[in-house]
C-alpha cells in the first residue's frame, strides 16, 4: 500500500505513522509527505527518515483555484493507495474529494460529531464534558463530517487545561491513527464504493470504539 502523508506543523502523528511504518505494523510505505508550510517541522521528521517531500505554498499561487489544481496534480501523480490527513490545515477542494473517494482519512482532534473545526480542547472544557478524545475519519466535501472510522476517548478531570487536554488527545491519536491506517493496509477495512467495509461487515455508524492507556 502507497501511503501519502499531509502535514502542516509538527508532525508527531506523521512520526507515530512512520514508526509503524517502520517496524512494520504498518504494511505499507510512505512514498510521499505533502506539506502546505515550509517550516512544518514535519518536513525534517521525513527527510531523517528518507521519504520524499514536496511543500506546496498557497501564496506562490495565484488563488485557491490554481492552488487546489496544483496539489491535486500533485496527489495524483503519488498514485496514493490511501491520503492521510495529518494536522493539514487545508480543506480539500470538492473536485479532489471526489477524485479520490473513500481514500482519504483525516485525525480530529475531539470525539466527533461534537466539536468540528478548531480550539475543540477548549470548548469540550467550556461545555463541560466529562470525556475527550480523537476520531479518525474519512475526509469528504463536508469539514470534519466523513463516516467516522475509528475513536479513542480518555476522562477529563478537573485538573484539565487545554494544553494538557491537547498532551492527552496527541499521545492517545500516537496510537489510534496508525492502528487505523494498519486496518487498510492489511485490507481488514476498505471502501466499497459507498462505504466502509471492517472484515466483510459494514463498519458500525459509530466506528470501532477504542481504548488506550
Ligand atoms: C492533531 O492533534 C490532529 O488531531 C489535528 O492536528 C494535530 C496535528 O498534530 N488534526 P501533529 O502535527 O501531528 O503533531
Known amino acids: 500500500m502507497n501511503i501519502v502523508v499531509l502535514i502542516s506543523g509538527d508532525g508527531s502523528n506523521l512520526q507515530a505513522i512512520i514508526d509503524a511504518v517502520e517496524d512494520n505494523t504498518i504494511p505499507a510505505t510512505i512514498t510521499r509527505v505533502i506539506s502546505n508550510k515550509a517550516s512544518a517541522f514535519g518536513l525534517e521528521r521525513a527527510q531523517r527518515h528518507h521519504i520524499p517531500t514536496t511543500v506546496l505554498q498557497k501564496k506562490h499561487f495565484a488563488n485557491r483555484e490554481k492552488y487546489d489544481e496544483a496539489l491535486l496534480a500533485c496527489l495524483k501523480e503519488t498514485q496514493a493507495d490511501l491520503i492521510v490527513l495529518a494536522g493539514f490545515?487545508?480543506?480539500?477542494?470538492?473536485?479532489?474529494?471526489?477524485?479520490?473517494?473513500?481514500?482519504?482519512?483525516?485525525?480530529?482532534?475531539?470525539?466527533?460529531?461534537?466539536?468540528?473545526?478548531?480550539?475543540?480542547?477548549?470548548?469540550?472544557?467550556?461545555?463541560?464534558?466529562?470525556?475527550?478524545?480523537?476520531?479518525?475519519?474519512?475526509?469528504?466535501?463536508?469539514?470534519?463530517?466523513?463516516?467516522?472510522?475509528?475513536?479513542?476517548?480518555?476522562?477529563?478531570?478537573?485538573?484539565?487545561?487545554?494544553?494538557?487536554?491537547?498532551?492527552?488527545?496527541?499521545?492517545?491519536?500516537?496510537?489510534?491513527?496508525?492502528?487505523?491506517?494498519?486496518?487498510?493496509?492489511?485490507?481488514?477495512?476498505?471502501?466499497?464504493?459507498?462505504?466502509?467495509?471492517?472484515?466483510?461487515?459494514?463498519?458500525p455508524m459509530q466506528g470501532l470504539q477504542w481504548a488506550f492507556t
Open 89 to 203: 490545515m487545508h480543506i480539500l477542494s470538492a473536485t479532489c474529494v471526489q477524485h479520490f473517494t473513500g481514500k482519504i482519512i483525516n485525525i480530529h482532534p475531539a470525539l466527533l460529531p461534537k466539536f468540528r473545526g478548531l480550539h475543540t480542547h477548549q470548548r469540550a472544557l467550556d461545555a463541560q464534558e466529562n470525556t475527550h478524545g480523537s476520531t479518525v475519519h474519512l475526509v469528504t466535501a463536508e469539514l470534519d463530517a466523513g463516516q467516522i472510522i475509528a475513536q479513542a476517548a480518555f476522562p477529563i478531570t478537573d485538573k484539565d487545561t487545554a494544553d494538557t487536554l491537547e498532551r492527552k488527545v496527541k499521545h492517545i491519536e500516537h496510537q489510534l491513527y496508525p492502528k487505523v491506517i494498519a486496518l487498510f493496509a492489511t485490507e481488514q477495512l476498505h471502501f466499497d464504493g459507498r462505504s466502509l467495509v471492517y472484515n466483510h461487515s459494514p463498519l
